[in-house]
């Protein structure tokens, strides 16, 4: 409890005391069952470890854990540059990708400027923009969970200063498609920062997805690319995304509100080694689309529909409220987390685990709705 309830109230920005109460994820700590073990299959990481050389790499890197990193994380730099292309000066890392999407709104967002998001999405990109004090345009995604690119555009006048896309959507796990990416990319005004989130891009690929950076390529108008080594590289709790930016600009701004040291000695060094063993990540990724295709056979000869996902995760409505169910599976020992607000009371989403991970879930789900 504060020492002095009350003596606090008037100090927070404005923008930030109108933000709903900080929840946050919950993680094992939170929930009082945990008989058995709990499998977490709520926060869309990877249940597998990372590659060997990246232990090994972080061992080696810790020895100098006494002196500041690479504020440019330049090795991580060129390698990300070789893979895409992409000069080192149109890159820049983050503490993950949610450290990038806030760094976005402090250094392209503020009050008077539009941003078209959809929803539900990501929720990060609406809290950067209410912090900014900019204005929502919210944009439903289609029936089957991929953002509406129809919509989307259709909110693009007069032009906004962001549209922020995702493929594969989080929480819902839909692609877009080629034909959806070409217009979304032709018809964002050329003035208007165009933001693809491509948290899942790997998966997304992997699950024959279009190539959103080549695509990109021709558009006139600026451009940014967010990825995380979170997911496909199983590197969640060490935070390291990255941005590709269509100009040095984008990233110079990003640069000045960033903390120099953001992306810590072991977090790069790891990332190095993850990239250096694509067969170990290759593998890994295709053990969990596995999973994830079988997760949604269960899920159908359940009765239920799962959207069609692209991603490491399955979104799927229930007969129930997730409000009854997310809490029923928590008491079976398997934690997932509710989508929320209309029309998705009844949808939950589960990340997917190991072939374990996914009968225990179709069997405790099979018990509870
Ligand atoms: C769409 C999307 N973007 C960004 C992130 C942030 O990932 P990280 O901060 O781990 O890089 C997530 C995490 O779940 C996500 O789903």
Redesign the pocket.
């Known amino acids: 409890m504060s020492q002095n309830p009350g003596a606090a109230a008037g100090i927070l920005r404005r923008t930030v005391a109108a933000l709903p109460p900080h929840r946050g994820p919950q993680i094992e700590e939170d929930f009082k069952s945990t008989a058995g073990g709990l499998r977490r299959m709520s926060?869309?990481?990877s249940a597998e470890p990372p590659s060997p050389k990246v232990a090994a790499a972080v061992a080696a890197a810790v020895t100098n854990v006494n002196r500041y990193p690479d504020p440019k994380a330049r090795a991580l730099a060129a390698a990300i540059s070789d893979r895409t292309e992409i000069p080192v000066e149109r890159i820049v890392f983050?503490?993950?990708?949610?450290?990038?999407?806030m760094l976005m709104g402090t250094a392209y967002m503020e009050a008077g400027s539009r941003i078209v998001v959809p929803n539900p999405?990501?929720q990060?990109y609406q809290t950067a923009a209410r912090i900014a004090g900019a204005e929502l345009t919210i944009v439903p995604v289609d029936a089957d969970g991929a953002n509406d690119v129809d919509a989307m555009l259709a909110a693009c006048w007069p032009a906004p200063r962001m549209v922020i896309a995702?493929t594969?959507?989080?929480?819902t796990g839909a692609l877009l498609s080629q034909a959806a990416l070409e217009k979304l990319i032709a018809g964002v005004p050329a003035e208007t920062l165009l933001v693809v989130?491509?948290?899942?891009f790997e998966f997304g690929r992997l699950a024959g997805g279009p190539d959103v950076l080549k695509a990109l390529k021709a558009r006139k108008g600026p451009w940014l690319v967010?990825?995380?080594?979170?997911?496909a590289y199983n590197l969640?709790g060490l935070?390291?995304?990255y941005a590709l930016a269509s100009h040095e600009e984008l990233i110079e701004g990003i640069n000045r509100v960033r903390g120099v040291f953001n992306v810590n000695r072991l977090a790069q060094a790891a990332a190095l080694a993850a990239l250096s063993d694509e067969p170990y990540a290759k593998a890994s990724q295709k053990r969990t689309a596995a999973e994830r295709d079988r997760l949604a056979v269960g899920l159908k000869a359940m009765g239920l529909s799962p959207m069609p996902s692209a991603?490491n995760f399955v979104c799927v409505k229930t007969p129930k409220p997730a409000s009854e169910v997310v809490p029923a599976l928590a008491g079976k020992g398997i934690m997932i987390v509710p989508v929320g607000g209309p029309p998705y009371e009844n949808h939950i989403r589960i990340t997917l685990g190991t072939p374990e991970d996914t009968d225990a879930v179709l069997a405790a789900l099979k018990q509870v709705i």
């Not at 989130?197 to 899942?200: K, R």
């Open positions: 926060l869309n990481e983050g503490n993950g990708s949610h450290e990038l999407i999405s990501f990060p995702a594969p959507n989080n929480p989130d491509e948290a899942y967010l990825r995380t080594f979170s997911k969640a935070r390291v995304g991603a």
